[in-house]
């Protein structure tokens, strides 16, 4: 490991080096045991000379901080390399951090380096204008003018559905990542401005700016022409583009260049044998006729702009630090094409009348140089969050035990369609509606923040918010303390764990009782991630109280997610949060995932609507089921490697038994089941019918599916590898302790107990991918695919009159809602 590297080559260092290291870390340690916190401050966590938790924060993310809560209960000060942030978990805390004035809390300073390192948007010549623009969006994005956006927006994702979906089996991320960004950015920016990117002309006008010298906001990088596909942050890298591969990876390049037009109607299943074409020799409804179908395909210039937004955002949270960009060539070229296209829109005049163009004419004032770097900052708000959280908000409906909610939120749409249908008089009854009617009674169901599909998508929001939220202290705080015995009473501390007396930590007596003091110049910090898994915020209190009196620890993990009252669970119906007045954060399920005050998101309203429409639509154009057999594991896919497919069967082996008991079927396809379509292989992959099962049936299957392999995960072995064979690491633990060293360096095996990985947040049964807890900005992502299996819904395959697809499975799963 690097770790095990690094102490091997200090072994080797000659003596006088290794004393000149010890003495600056006895003197480091001195200074630091000087300037510890004063009396009243927050506890801080302990951590390496110079560097403090720096690394530690940058190995486990949002799994460090929430350690940091467990440990020290509800405020707590973390060193990053000489910068001091203390997180706030309080609710009054929260409430006041997002509701204070600009002369007690401010939020300029703490992001003034965040915009000009990632945007090249210059604090002097920006935020002087930032306030205004953030008025101006709202006032375009207001509640009574979104209702024609939703309606070109539906529009747009059901005319390109069929170039982005190819196979009965794709990776449900990849899926939204090139979909979604297609139809936002074409709604946002305008179609001539895709049209000039898929045409090619801006890049050689971009070209033309750089060979001519105007190209000098991209930032540093190399040219960056080499076309090499941005890899995402999960394991693999998904394609922004979902089209270009299938499960298998069978589509070739040859295949994607020819851009062929299919047949001229609306495709959404081209694997169907009705749309193969002449001569394809498809023959029957099971047969595998996607390599035969003519497929349409998205433009070039479109993936190319998709892939290097992708590369840009991934890179985003790296290039916001102090590391130099001369270091990160992929994000910086990317950042530098992105803007040269902007830049070349813009003086075309192509941005005339949308969105964009109308946040740019009424943000008065802004230098015609940075004019491309906001556009690309609204590219960057409107697109980074709405793809994973299309993402999640559907893979939450897929799970097995929230069967009843993907039910309500069918049943809404189809009954808002049939009132739509039956007004217009419709000679054809609730069948014959057009894609048009559909988005507008879609449009309508997501613009209420009561029906099904809004609340589910705020709950999937809640469950996978952004890690952190960060203020500067503009005054001298003190910050009233709420008295708590234990950590464990607020829902997220581990087993055992209580906190250093009061809620805040040290606290000091004030006027009115304890009291946090905090410097002018601190760096401010909430947790949304944390809070959000937080019995304080969100109901299951009364229980984690009781729970710590009687010295038990506190429930989190597949047991909270299984319970419907634990903020750990999937639960649209529960309580929205409120806090204080409800003036600093607007009441919701989703919580703080829009932040609060005057600097919360101008687009909330808009990105809501858009959530929800995105949701109902794949989910009335798909029946969509999760790739998995009978017994809970992951379906074998065709062409994978058998040492992944083992590997995959043995994880899941010690839990065949136990889903078999919780009423599972055997893995051979039999009654509660269906055999799901051939895979490009022609291997039959049996599925589970989850409809048939109960919602409490279907976790408890689930969770045990899971339990045996998620037990037999090993903790981690560095610190006892680095302890046991290392002299120097005994020096440095003998001068800054063992725990110092484990918190800093992030190496907790048999130190303060194990991190806590979130894998059952909202997922009692671990069937959708881990999300990655390093990503601190922005709604979380999945660390792997989710391949699922599409299949034609009862009532498309009667409306759009096709022929021996069998539609008797799909309307028994949905008989008793009555959709149909």
């Known amino acids: 490991m690097v770790q095990d590297s690094m102490i091997q080559a200090l072994d080797a260092l000659p003596v006088p080096a290794v004393a000149a290291s010890v003495v600056a870390v006895i003197i480091t340690t001195v200074l630091l045991a000087v300037f510890r916190s004063r009396p009243g401050d927050a506890p801080s966590v302990p951590g390496l000379p110079l560097l403090g938790s720096a690394m530690a ?23 990053l390399a000489g910068v001091k942030m203390t997180f706030l978990f309080d609710p009054q805390h929260i409430d006041y951090f997002f509701g204070a004035p600009d002369s007690k809390i401010t939020f300029r300073p703490a992001v003034e380096q965040f915009t000009q390192r990632v945007f090249g948007l210059t604090s002097r010549l920006f935020f002087p204008l930032h306030f205004k623009m953030l008025t101006e969006l709202r006032h375009l994005l207001v509640p009574a003018s979104i209702a024609a956006h939703m309606q070109a927006l539906g529009g747009r994702v059901l005319a390109l559905l069929p170039l982005y979906v190819h196979h009965p089996q794709v990776d449900l991320y990849s899926l939204c990542r090139g979909l979604v960004f297609h139809c936002a950015v074409e709604e946002l920016f305008g179609a001539p401005f895709l049209a000039a990117v898929a045409a090619g002309e801006l890049e050689q006008q971009g070209q033309g700016r750089q060979a001519g010298g105007g190209s000098r906001r991209g930032g540093g990088g190399g040219e960056g022409g080499s076309g090499r596909a941005a890899r995402g942050r999960g394991e693999g890298g998904a394609s922004p583009s979902p089209a270009l591969q299938s499960m298998d990876g069978s589509e070739s390049e040859a295949e994607r260049q020819q851009g062929q037009q299919g047949p001229g109607q609306w495709m959404p299943y081209p694997w169907l044998p009705q749309w193969a074409g002449p001569g394809a020799g498809c023959t029957g409804g099971g047969s595998w006729c996607a390599a035969h179908v003519q497929h349409q395909r ?96 559907t893979g939450f409906l897929l799970l097995p035990e929230n069967a009843h909610h993907r039910a309500a939120v069918l049943a809404e749409l189809q009954a808002e369609l049939k009132g739509a249908v039956s007004a217009a008089g419709s000679p054809g009854g609730s069948a014959a509606y057009s894609n048009e009617e559909l988005v507008a009674a879609a449009a309508r169901v997501a613009s209420s923040r009561r029906s099904a599909v809004s609340r589910c998508v705020a709950e999937a929001l809640r469950l996978r918010v952004q890690s952190i939220d960060v203020r500067i202290a503009a005054d001298h705080l003190e910050l009233p303390l709420a008295v708590q015995a234990t950590a464990g009473a607020a829902g997220v501390a581990g087993p055992g764990k209580a906190a250093t007396g009061s809620m805040g930590g040290q606290g000091v007596k004030g006027g009115g009782g304890d009291v946090l003091r905090l410097p002018r110049g601190r760096l401010l910090a909430i947790c949304p991630f944390v809070s959000h898994h937080d019995t304080q915020l969100y109901g299951g209190a009364a229980a984690a109280a009781a729970a710590a009196a009687a010295g038990c620890p506190a429930v989190t ?191 907790f095996d048999g130190v303060d107990g194990p991190l806590e990985d979130f894998r059952h947040s909202g997922d009692p049964g671990g069937l959708l991918p881990p999300c990655d807890l390093k990503r601190l900005v922005g709604v979380k992502v999945p660390r792997r695919p989710l391949w699922v299996q599409l299949g034609v819904p009862h009532w498309q395959a009667r409306r759009l009159g096709l022929v021996g697809v069998a539609p008797a499975a799909t309307s028994r799963r949905w008989a008793d809602i009555g959709l149909g």
């Not at 924060?57 to 060193?79: D, E, M, P, T």
């Not at 998995?628 to 992944?644: E, F, I, Q, V």
């Not at 379509?677 to 039959?684: D, K, R, W």
């Open 57 to 79: 924060l940058g190995r486990h993310g949002v799994a460090f901080i929430n350690k940091c809560r467990q440990q020290f209960g509800n405020s707590f000060s973390l060193s």
């Open 298 to 393: 998205p433009p070039e210039g479109v993936h190319r702009l998709a892939r290097d937004f992708f590369a840009f955002e991934d890179g985003f949270e790296l290039a916001a630090s102090p590391v130099p960009h001369a270091f990160q060539p992929e994000f910086t070229a990317a950042r530098q094409r992105l803007l040269a296209l902007l830049a070349a829109a813009d003086a075309r005049g192509l941005f005339a009348g949308t969105l964009a163009g109308q946040l740019l004419e009424r943000t008065a004032g802004l230098p015609p140089a940075l004019r491309p770097n906001l556009l690309l900052a609204v590219l960057w708000a409107s697109q980074a969050n709405t793809v994973p959280a299309t993402f999640w908000a």
């Open 557 to 747: 993990g597949a047991a909270a997610a299984g319970d419907v009252s634990s903020p750990w669970a999937f639960n649209p119906d529960r309580p929205e949060l409120k806090l204080g007045d409800g003036t600093a954060v607007v009441s919701s399920v989703a919580g703080l995932a829009f932040g609060g005050g005057p600097y919360r998101c101008p687009g909330r309203f808009f990105a809501e609507q858009e959530l929800g429409l995105l949701v109902q639509l794949l989910l009335w154009t798909y029946d969509i089921q999760l790739s998995y057999t009978a017994d809970g594991r992951p379906a074998k896919l065709a062409g994978s490697s058998g040492s992944s497919a083992n590997s995959a069967t043995q994880a899941a082996a010690g839990g065949e038994a136990a889903a078999a008991a919780a009423g599972f079927a055997p893995a051979t396809a039999g009654p509660g089941q269906r055999t799901g379509p051939a895979s490009p292989g022609g291997i039959l992959q049996p599925q589970p019918d989850h409809h048939a099962l109960s919602p409490a049936t279907a976790a408890a299957a689930s969770r045990a599916a899971a339990a045996a392999a998620l037990a037999a995960v090993p903790p981690q072995p560095q610190l006892r590898q680095v302890a046991g064979g290392s002299w120097l690491y005994g020096v440095l633990s003998g001068l800054v302790g063992a725990r110092a060293l484990a918190w800093g360096c992030g190496w």
